[in-house]
Structure formats: C-alpha cells, structure tokens
C-alpha cells in the first residue's frame, strides 16, 4: 500500500493507477437550462428527485411535448448504457440509464458516457463514483460554493481522479459487491415504500379534512368547484380576494430577511441554513432594501415556484425581495385551516392551471388566486380542523423522520463498504 496525493483515498496498492474521469468519457453534458412546458402525457422530462433513490424512477416524472423533447435531445441524446450524476443541490449521485425509453434530462443533471477501450469496467466505475471516498471529494468541491445551491460543475466531474485497478480485480470486486449490496438494496427499497406511503397517507389526511371536514355523518352539498367537489353543507364558498388581501408596504429595512420555501414555509434565512446545512445566496452590501416587501406573522407569500409547492406560510416578521407576492387574511379568524389547504396538490394543480402558458418562471399572480373559488368553512370548523391536521401530521412527520434516518445510514453503511473494497483497503475474499 502506498499513499497516492489524494487524502480522500487514504493508501492504496502500489500496482493500481490514477486516471481523470473525463479522459474515459466520450460525452460530458449537462441538460437544459430552460424550464420547458409541462403537460399531462408526453416524454418524461427529469431533474434530481427522480434519481435520488440510486436508479431512474419514473413515477412521478414530469412530462413534455415530444417536439420540446426532440429539440432537447439533440444537445444531451441520453440512451441505454449512459451514467447520469446529480450536478446542482444534491451532488455526486451517479446512476445508470438501463432503460430504452425516451426521456430528457434538467440542467441538475450531468450526462457521460463510457468511451470504448478504456482501464475501467462501467460497474466497476459505477461503485467506485458512489463510494465515500468519492462522496468525500465531491463535498470538498462543495464546501468552496457560497450559494445556496452548491454545483459540481461539469469541469469538476471532468477532473474527478479514479482509482483503476487491474481488470481482474475490478471484475472480482464488482462481483462482490454486488452479493454484500443486494440486502442492503432491498431494505432501503421496502423503508422507501414504507415512505411513500407514509407521505401518501399524510397528503389523504389533509385533503380529506380541509374539503370534507371531520364530521363523516355531515349532510354535503356540491360545492361547484371542480377541484373540491362535495364539501359540508354548512361551508361557504368564496373567492380568494374577498378573503384576503395583498400587502404591499415596503421600506421596514429594520426586518431581517425571510426565504420562501415549500418545506419550511417563510423563515429567516440563517434558519434556513441551520436546518438544511445549505448557504443562502447574500445580498450584496449596496442593496436597497427600502424596496423589499415587509410580512407579518400569518401572511402568505406566492414564490416564483408556487405552481410546484403551493403558497407559503410566514410564523416570521421580516422582509422578502420584491419579486415575491405577499397576501394576508382581511378576518382575524383562525389562519391554520388555509395554511393546510394552500399546500394540497388539486390546489397546487388549479393554480398551476393559470401558469401554464408561462415560461421564464411560471409566475402566478394574486390576481390569479383573487379570482380562484375557495372553500370557507365555519371559523370554530377552521380551528378544529387546523388543531387535528398539527396533531396528524406532527405523528406522520416524525414516523417519515425516523424512516429516512434509517435509510440515510444504509446509505452510508454502504458507501463505505464499497469504499473499502474500491481502495483496496480490504480485498475481495477467495
């Protein structure tokens, strides 16, 4: 064994050799960077979250019209045998396409291709890219990104060292790992369903209340929104600008700044970077903040993204950049029941309906909502409701917590029993 100049590998045998991932790829790319036009059938268009399970998922891909897909494929022409790596956000998740069906890729994920002749087998390569050690590198990269979302750059993964053993040990080790991964797969997919369905049953639990109340044996009526459908005969229905309004004061520079996000809500931004362990993109020091938007504890807040997750809550006084809209209840009523409401997906799909024939943003504006028909339920109903939707989902969220506790060690677990045999630190038994 002999130390090699990369301290992320440790000691390494002396007869394995060093090469550059992008000397054994004949294309190194990255998908579109134009947000293309969705539709409900068509080719599947995918980003990160339809990788980060370590194969290619296409479940819940987004889809696009096939002549948006032909003119993307032409500058990343993805096809069987193809490595895909997560690039923006989420880094150094390699994944191989095994698959013969069409689809295009985001600009959040990186496209390479094994070249013929190469040192290395594509399996053998396949473990050693998601091994720790790699992982180790990667976040190196990372820890020098001061943004928000950190990038491993197509010239990073272009110099990414590889480890290449000689072709024997390779074939044995990738042998190997597939026998000692295999459980380990199986367990992180069933805690994966495990998951799913957890969420899915915290999604039916809120729809069902926020549209049907609690009382089962509550006469209903239609409630002539296709999106509800029947709701309780004691609910109003009303539009959206007779139950809130927009706020528009400015100049409260005293405020700290807040981010927009779909799983916190509105928070300040340092709590933001607490809880995700990601760097917020600063302010430069001559910004004018006279002309960001104040929010009070209760607004709501409609973000470039709203047509993915909703409209935001705000338990925060603060400030927001003035690209964000900014809208608050006209009653002092009970506020938890829209809260809950504004983050159900037939909501999100109405108001995703108005963004539709947008591009550069897919911005919805309050104007859109104002004139959305929503459910008002009794303001004692609006109170129960939000107390029993807290208790539900604080249970579901911690089961989910706990699930993707254990599926974050198996992860690790794994990455680093690979690691041991890609360095060569532990050699593949007889």
């Known amino acids: ?72 494929r032409r500058h990343a022409p993805v096809q069987r045998g193809d490595i895909l790596f997560t690039r923006i956000g989420t880094l150094g998740k390699f994944v191989t396409v095994d698959t013969d069906v069409e689809f295009s890729i985001f600009v959040s994920l990186g496209l390479l291709r094994l070249k013929n002749n190469v040192p290395v087998t594509k399996d053998y390569l396949m473990y050693y890219l998601n091994s720790s050690a790699v992982q180790s590198y990667i976040q190196s990269i990372k820890a020098g990104f001061g943004t928000a979302a950190p990038k491993y750059n197509l010239s990073d993964a272009a110099h990414t060292p590889v480890l290449i053993p000689p072709k024997e040990t390779q074939e044995a080790i990738t042998r190997h790992l597939d026998v000692i991964c295999q ?5 992180s997919k069933d805690i ?12 039916s639990v809120i729809h069902e209340a926020v549209t049907k109340g609690l009382n089962p044996d509550a006469p209903m009526k239609d409630s002539g929104i296709p999106w509800i459908g029947e709701i309780p005969a004691g609910w109003d229905v009303v539009k959206g600008k007779y139950m809130f309004s927009q ?65 935001e809550y705000s338990d925060y006084e603060g400030v927001v950049s003035p690209v964000y809209q900014v809208f608050y209840p006209i009653s002092n009523g009970p506020r938890g029941y829209y809260r809950y409401l504004f983050k159900t997906q037939p909501f999100i799909d109405e108001m995703n309906s108005y963004a539709m024939s ?33 208790m539900k989902c604080a249970d579901a969220d911690k089961l989910i917590d706990a699930k993707r506790e254990q599926l974050r060690t198996l992860a690790e677990y794994k990455k680093s029993l690979i690691y041991e045999y890609v360095t060569g630190k532990r050699e593949v038994p007889a």
């Open 183 to 187: 459980p380990i797969d199986m367990c």
């Open 192 to 203: 994966k369903r495990q998951v799913d369905a957890l969420e899915q049953y915290r999604r």
């Open 247 to 311: 706020r528009s004061s400015r100049g409260n520079t005293h405020l700290e700044l807040l981010s927009p996000t779909q799983k916190y809500g509105v928070i300040p931004q340092s709590l933001y970077e607490e809880r995700t362990g990601a760097k917020t993109v600063k302010l430069k020091e001559d910004t004018d903040l006279q002309e960001f938007k104040t929010v009070h504890v209760g607004d709501y807040v409609i973000s470039l993204r709203s047509f993915q997750g909703g409209f």
């Open 358 to 390: 947008l591009r550069d943003g897919k911005n919805i504006a309050f104007a859109d909502f104002g004139r959305t028909r929503i459910p008002v339920p009794p303001l004692d109903e609006q109170h129960a409701i939000a107390d029993y939707l807290d």
């Open 1 to 72: 064994m002999t130390a090699n100049g990369y301290p992320w590998l440790g000691k390494v045998p002396t007869s394995w050799k060093m090469g550059r991932l992008g000397t054994m790829c004949s294309i190194l790319t990255d998908g579109t960077h134009q947000t293309p036009t969705y539709v409900d059938a068509g080719i599947p268009f995918l980003s990160i979250k339809d990788v980060s399970s370590g194969y290619i998922d296409f479940s819940d891909a987004k889809m696009i019209p096939l002549e948006e897909h032909t003119e993307l």
